[in-house]
T-cell receptor
Framework: DVKVTQSSRYLVKRTGEKVFLECVQD?????MFWYRQDPGLGLRLIYF???????EKGDIPEGYSVSREKKERFSLILESASTNQTSMYLC?????????????FGPGTRLTVT | DAKTTQPPSMDCAEGRAANLPCNHS???????VYWYRQIHSQGPQYIIH???NNETNEMASLIITEDRKSSTLILPHATLRDTAVYYC???????????FGKGTHLIIQP
């Protein structure tokens, strides 16, 4: 079974702190994604990566950056956390095999910025 | 990605088939139809996807109309654990992110 793990289930940070959210997948997937989920807004794509050291902006990249130094690990960075970044953050991965594009999600990290 | 339309909520009796509809009238020829579900406080879970043909796996069946403008997800024997929000998504797949709408909140009644 594909396994996507995220470093924390719950995280509380202060405004202005630098925050790292880590995601690791064990299926050798090429593609990795970061989403945030907010009530009434659904899931929104922040950034994605289709290869090591490659990254692309999603729909809401402002205030975030990402890092992918190894194929299995994709990090989301909040350079200076703000209260409007309080949210559920979900990581996902997928293969590049066109017949099998389903994304596998981690359990999520609920981040609260105070 | 094309947009989809789903009913906001549905009920189904335990043990019966749950049929979840989705309209995607602007789908393009190379876009797939994906279904995911999200159980409360968990990450979304992939269920099934298809391009033109009907598909079946151990979780569900996907029926896509001939014109591809709508589809139906069928859970053949719903259980209480199938209570979740179900998302219908159309996407090129690959490195494209998925656009999740509001989905259908399916409630399985005992």
């Amino acid at each position: 079974d594909v396994k996507v793990t995220q470093s924390s289930r719950y995280l509380v940070k202060r405004t202005g702190e630098k925050v790292f959210l880590e995601c690791v997948q064990d299926m050798d997937h090429e593609n990795m994604f970061w989403y945030r989920q907010d009530p009434g807004l659904g899931l929104r794509l922040i950034y994605f990566s289709y290869d090591v050291k490659m990254k692309e902006k999603g729909d809401i990249p402002e205030g975030y950056s990402v890092s992918r130094e190894k194929k299995e690990r994709f990090s989301l960075i909040l350079e200076s956390a703000s209260t409007n970044q309080t949210s559920m953050y979900l990581c996902a991965s997928s293969t590049s095999d066109r017949s099998s594009y389903e994304q596998y999600f981690g359990p999520g990290t609920r981040l609260t910025v105070t | 990605d094309a947009k989809t339309t789903q009913p906001p909520s549905m009920d189904c009796a335990e043990g019966r088939a749950a049929n979840l509809p989705c309209n995607h009238s602007t789908i393009s020829g190379n876009e797939y139809v994906y279904w995911y579900r999200q159980i409360h406080s968990q990450g979304p879970q992939y269920i099934i996807h298809g391009l033109k043909n009907n598909e079946t796996n151990e979780m569900a069946s996907l029926i896509i109309t001939e014109d591809r403008k709508s589809s139906t997800l069928i859970l053949p024997h719903a259980t209480l654990r199938d209570t979740a929000v179900y998302y219908c998504i159309v996407s090129l797949g690959g490195a494209d992110g998925l656009t999740f709408g509001k989905g259908t909140h399916l409630i399985i009644q005992p």
